[in-house]
Every structure is written in C-alpha cells, then in structure tokens.
C-alpha cells in the first residue's frame, strides 16, 4: 500500500544549486493509455518542482490515471529523460511526491506568509518547453491561493512563485484551472509528513 517556513529569502544559486529558477521545474510524464492497434502510447504530461534533494512535487491528479506497470519519468533543463519512484501521494490533497535515485537539487524556499496583491509569476515544462506567466495573488484561503495568472491545461503541478523586490520565495503549485493553486503552508506539511513517516 502507498503511504498515502521559513522567512521570505532571496534565493541563491550556487553550482550545486539552481542556476534559474527555470532549473528548479521539470516536466512529468506517465503513461495514460496504449493503443492496441497502433501500439502507440498517449502520455499524461504535467509540471514539477524540486522541494528537496532527490524530491519533486506534483499534483497527484497528472499521475493518478497512470499505466501503473509503466514508469513515471521527468524531463528537466539538461533535456535527459530519468525515471522516478512514486513516494508519497495523498489524493485529498492532489500533491504527490516522486523521488530520483542518483540525481538531486538543493532545497528550495517556500513562502511563510503570502499577502493579498503579491506579485506572482509560474513557470511550466511542457514538451520540453519553458513557459512563463506572470500575475497577482488576489484571494488567500487555508487550501487554496486564486491568481491572475492565465493558465491551461498541462500546468498541473508548476511552482507558483511570489516576488517581493528582490525577494523570491515559493507560495505554491498549480492545481487546477481557474489559476487555483495549493498554498506554500499545505505542501510543507505534506513533505513534512512524507519526512517523518
């Protein structure tokens, strides 16, 4: 069976760390379907992002309705396909945590306090592709931070970043459309629970 913060700081890249913020999201991809006929495979495609080494976060509901005999695999900013294991996922949350063996990044900093107006930016991966849209923070709730930001679907799981000057933290992944997003509180406490099982 699956077992189912820190002060706004500015974030410093060093060579064993990030060298953009861009570094830090990955694509994920798994298998949703197999034609019989063409024998061709029909991937659900999503975003990612690193919370600590070897860890990327992700919405539970890009790998939810995977070929569970198939890997689930990322693609980040070196362009190299890697697979990785399903750690930790908790559907009535929609994060999932997906662990890499022998490949890993430095943690990164989650937003602890998030204010009406805050300018926020998402950065997706799609195909190999880097995406970025901009907005604002204009509603906060205890599950869930509403943006501007337009987003679509495919953006499941990207990194909401929150902008204060020089200051960039991490305030939260997009969940779902609308520009619905799981604030930075509730998925510390889902990587928390993941660390401390």
């Not at 070929?67 to 190299?80: A, Q, Y």
Request: charged residues 25%; proline residues 3%.
């Amino acid at each position: 069976m699956l077992r189912i913060f820190c002060l706004v700081l500015v974030l410093s890249f060093s060579k064993s760390s990030f060298s953009s913020d861009e570094d830090l999201v990955v694509e994920v991809r798994a298998t949703f379907y197999k034609s019989p006929r063409t024998n061709k495979y029909k991937y659900i495609k999503g975003s990612g992002f690193y919370v600590r080494r070897n860890l990327i976060l992700t919405a539970y509901h890009v790998i939810e309705k995977r070929v569970k005999s198939d890997p689930i695999t990322v693609i980040g900013s070196d362009f190299n396909e890697v697979e990785v294991e399903l750690v930790y996922a908790n559907k009535f949350e929609d994060v999932a945590l997906l662990r890499i063996v022998g490949h890993g990044r430095n943690v990164v900093n989650f937003c602890e306090k998030i204010n009406y107006g805050d300018d926020a930016y998402l950065i997706t991966r799609v195909d190999g592709e880097v995406v970025k849209k901009s907005g604002r923070i204009n509603h906060i709730q205890e599950r869930f931070l509403i943006s501007t930001i337009k987003t679509r679907p495919g953006y499941s799981g990207s990194p909401v970043f929150i902008k204060r000057g020089f200051s960039i933290c991490i305030g939260g992944m997009h969940r779902l459309s609308g520009s619905r997003h799981a604030p930075s509180w509730r998925l510390k406490r889902a990587i928390k629970k993941y660390l401390n099982r």
